[in-house]
């Protein structure tokens, strides 16, 4: 045995142990009973406590010094880099403080969910003040052993070699392009003749119909996965058992259907990953922004065009009997493309999205830094809501407790959302320019051309390059926010409408 053989095989041992809490934490966010949940919590956290044990072990330092004097190819060599890179975050976070997290955010995901029903963010808080001060002492710890502030130290577990400095200039510019982009477009689209409405009701079981049709149609493996209800859509599972929720709305399929092929761009980049090293981490997906790039590529670039939905306009008919104007390709692309001030992100079209993103990142990193106290956290998000967005939140249900991120401890990770939105963008722009059938192809419902490109250039890279490497051979240039803001004039904005009176 070699010592990286040694490595490689207590990290196929580690995937298993994260493999069943994946699949545990699933049943938790779907179909556990709630007087389950004081139980569940427990063995979540003792799981959680060993696999961090697995991944802190001091032989690993050893195996990865030895290892540097033996032949490897590159994925070996990449392998060797991403556990050099976790080991090094996790040895520095003590057991106990993973441990009491762990229990923290579960009292507080069971809190938030009653919380959120009620529209009670006081009932929320103390327990949100628990999961916000181990996170603060996370982002400590983490942050003196790599140099990095407490909130760089936590994005940096979602988004490996990134930074807020570079993310506030990002996110500065798109807060200064979207409201005055966002009138241009509600003007565009006010001018049109009003779009007819769908009748529903839409039955539960027929949504769901058509949302594994169209799974199967854009490539995802139910070999090695399933679609389920949970109170917030969300991807999940583990290796090779792939599993995607959505929530059912009987007066509105659009948001169903939209939110489970969201869900299968995420997926198909789960089970798109080599098999050869899926259990390592170097086989695991590279960024949650390239993660997010792939269910808005799928979502936002491919299934929300034209040429989607002149494909799924008989579909969608057939599946609710529909007729009349509001069933046509066009109707639907409207409705599709529509864009309104919301509240809630995951209902936000694909304009006003990004100023949800940009309100959550500026408020977590503020909480994180401890620039803002947490029970000021309503008001502040209704004053953002309403300067980025022109809209205030009647309560808290449609404000500050929409989002289980922050009660579940996931601090750090919304800006990865549209930075995932901009890498969509690129990707798909650079998919197209490679193969011009790609978008003929999702005419006719054969998304085989797209998804070949994205396993040779996206999934089947998996963590193999860094972000932004990946990102320059499969685009021929770094993440560059000019490509979204030009999707976003072709499809909305004066653009697309010049081309439409052609």
Not at 1 to 26: K, V
Not at 87 to 100: G, R, S
Not at 354 to 374: D, F, N, Q, T
Not at 387 to 416: A, K, M, N
Request: hydrophobic fraction near 40%.
């Amino acid at each position: 045995m070699t010592a990286y053989s040694d490595l490689a095989a207590h990290f196929d041992r580690a995937a298993a142990l994260a493999n069943g809490i994946g699949i545990l934490q699933w049943d938790s966010d779907t179909m556990m009973p709630k007087g389950a949940a004081s139980t569940r919590a427990e063995s979540l956290a003792l799981l959680r406590v060993l696999h961090h044990n697995m991944a802190t072990d001091p032989r690993i330092g050893d195996w990865i010094a030895a290892s540097e004097s033996e032949d490897l190819g590159p994925w070996e060599r990449a392998n060797v880099r991403e556990i050099t890179r976790s080991f090094t975050v996790d040895t520095a976070v003590p057991a106990d403080l993973v441990e009491a997290s762990s229990r923290a955010s579960s009292r507080c995901e069971m809190a938030w969910r009653k919380a959120r029903a009620d529209a009670d963010f006081p009932a929320l808080l103390p327990y949100l003040e628990e999961v916000l001060r181990l996170q603060r002492e996370i982002g400590r710890v983490k942050g003196e052993k790599l140099g990095l502030s407490p909130y760089d130290a936590l994005l940096n577990g979602y988004e490996p070699g990134g930074r807020s400095a570079r993310i506030d200039a990002l996110f500065d510019d798109l807060a200064q392009f979207l409201p005055g982009f966002t009138e241009e477009v509600l003007e565009i689209q006010a001018r049109r003749p009003a779009t007819p409405a769908l009748e529903g009701p839409f039955a539960v079981e027929a949504q769901r119909q058509l949302g594994l049709e169209l799974m199967k149609t854009v490539g995802f493996d139910f070999e090695r996965g399933r679609l389920d209800v949970s109170a917030h859509p969300f991807c999940g599972g583990a290796d090779n058992d792939v599993r995607i929720t959505t929530r059912y709305d009987e007066s509105d399929f659009s948001r169903a259907l939209m939110g489970v092929l969201h869900e299968t761009g995420h997926a198909l980049y789960e089970q798109g990953r080599p098999q050869d090293y899926i259990h390592q981490p170097v086989g695991q997906a590279r960024s949650m922004s390239i993660h997010e790039s792939q269910s808005l590529l799928m979502e936002m670039q491919a299934c929300r065009s034209r040429e989607f939905l002149t494909f799924a306009a008989p579909r969608m008919r057939a599946a609710f009997n529909g007729s009349g104007p509001a069933w046509e390709a066009d109707a639907l692309w409207r409705l599709y493309t529509k864009v309104e001030r919301g509240f809630i992100r995951v209902d936000a079209d694909e304009v006003t999205y990004p100023a949800h993103v940009i309100l959550r990142y500026r408020l977590e990193k503020a909480l994180i830094g401890g620039e803002m106290k947490l029970a000021d956290l309503p008001g502040a998000w209704a004053d953002g809501m309403k300067s980025l967005l022109g809209v205030t939140p009647p309560d808290d249900r449609l404000g500050c407790l929409q989002d289980i991120h922050w009660p579940g401890g996931g601090w750090g990770y919304f800006p990865t959302y549209t930075l995932g939105a901009m890498t969509a963008a690129q990707l798909f722009d650079a998919a197209c320019r490679a193969d011009p059938g790609i978008l003929p192809g999702i005419a006719k419902g054969d998304f085989a051309p797209l998804l070949a490109w994205l396993r040779v250039n996206v999934h089947g890279q998996a963590s193999l390059l860094e972000t932004d490497e990946l990102l320059t051979r499969a685009t021929g240039r770094p993440l560059d926010a000019s490509v979204f803001k030009a999707h976003l004039r072709r499809r909305y904005g004066g653009d697309m409408e010049h081309s439409a009176a052609a």
